[in-house]
């Protein structure tokens, strides 16, 4: 595509009159948004009359909607006793007491949950809920 004086004028005309590169571009055709900028600035137009917010459409802006906070109750799980009345540690754990741990690691009284599980998870059904949270629909929207 070659700059004629007439598309020159035109340019001008258009860019004078406010409307942008990619406006100018449809409007003249056969020329990209970029050949518009790239004119204008070897031509060294500026300064162009531009239409003020009050003339200018509006566009509807629709409020985005906020997710609803969740709010966990906090469950309260009463921790399950050995025979001889003391709790579950990392010792006395068997296959189907429940690992979720109770306390300061590197306290003497820390233990494990110790209540009854399924094979299918360490946890018990209570402290599963609390560990499994459900996925975020929007996270899953934005993966697909």
């Known amino acids: 595509m070659a700059w004629t004086e007439d598309r020159v004028?035109?340019?001008?005309?258009?860019?004078?009159?406010g409307l942008s590169a990619s406006q100018i571009a449809?409007?003249?055709?056969?020329?990209t948004r970029n050949a518009v900028?790239?004119?204008v600035h070897r031509?060294?137009?500026s300064g162009r009359a531009t239409t003020s917010r009050a003339d200018r459409p509006?566009?509807?802006?629709?409020?985005?909607?906020?997710?609803k906070p969740v709010v966990a109750e906090p469950l309260t799980v009463e921790e399950?006793?050995?025979s001889n009345g003391e709790?579950?540690?990392?010792?006395?754990?068997s296959g189907v007491m429940c690992r979720w741990p109770i306390g300061d690691p590197?306290?003497?009284d820390f233990h494990f949950c110790g209540n009854q599980t399924d094979a299918a998870s360490p946890y018990c059904e209570a402290h599963a809920q609390m560990a499994y949270q459900p996925t975020n629909r929007g996270r899953e929207r934005r993966r697909a």
Not at 9 to 17: G, N
């Open 37 to 39: 900028i790239g004119k």
């Open 80 to 82: 399950a006793t050995l």
């Open 87 to 93: 709790f579950a540690t990392v010792l006395t754990l």
């Open 26 to 31: 449809r409007t003249m055709g056969d020329v």
């Open 58 to 67: 509006r566009r509807a802006t629709i409020p985005k909607p906020q997710p």
């Open 9 to 17: 004028e035109l340019l001008k005309k258009l860019w004078a009159e």
């Open 106 to 108: 590197g306290a003497n």
């Open 43 to 45: 031509l060294g137009l």
